[in-house]
Nanobody, 122 residues
Framework: QVQLVESGGGLVQAGGSLRLSCAAS????????MGWFRQAPGKEREFVAI????????YYGGPVKGRFTISRDNAKNTVYLQMNSLKPEDTAVYYC???????????????WGQGTQVTVSS
């Protein structure tokens, strides 16, 4: 069982930056691939970024590539999402999730946080 708690969301102007954190409970954090997803009102949950078990590999969704960076610290059981050059269309609830499979589909993720709101004003 893994419990995930996101933090770091908030209101920011377009062009600004935010850093999201996701703290995981349990001793098996390093055995999970970690992903970030987001969901805007009226839209389906969207893949944002993924990082493999030891952080060697990352992959990003098209809309955020080049602006967002995912990282993890296994000693702290935490995964991060650094978001730069934010745009109004980045406004959404952001979720972290854990999976044993390096996939971008949300269906393969076993554990989810409660989400943190990111709002980007124009």
């Amino acid at each position: 069982q893994v419990q995930l708690v996101e933090s770091g969301g908030g209101l920011v102007q377009a062009g600004g930056s935010l850093r999201l954190s996701c703290a995981a409970s349990g001793r098996t954090f390093s055995s999970y691939v970690m992903g970030w997803f987001r969901q805007a009102p009226g839209k389906e949950r969207e893949f944002v970024a993924i990082i493999t078990w030891n952080g060697d590999n990352t992959y990003y969704g098209g809309p955020v590539k080049g602006r967002f960076t995912i990282s993890r610290d296994n000693a702290k059981n935490t995964v991060y999402l650094q978001m730069n050059s934010l745009k109004p269309e980045d406004t959404a609830v952001y979720y972290c999730a854990a999976s044993q499979h390096p996939r971008t589909a949300p269906q393969v993720y076993d554990y989810w946080g409660q989400g943190t709101q990111v709002t980007v004003s124009s």
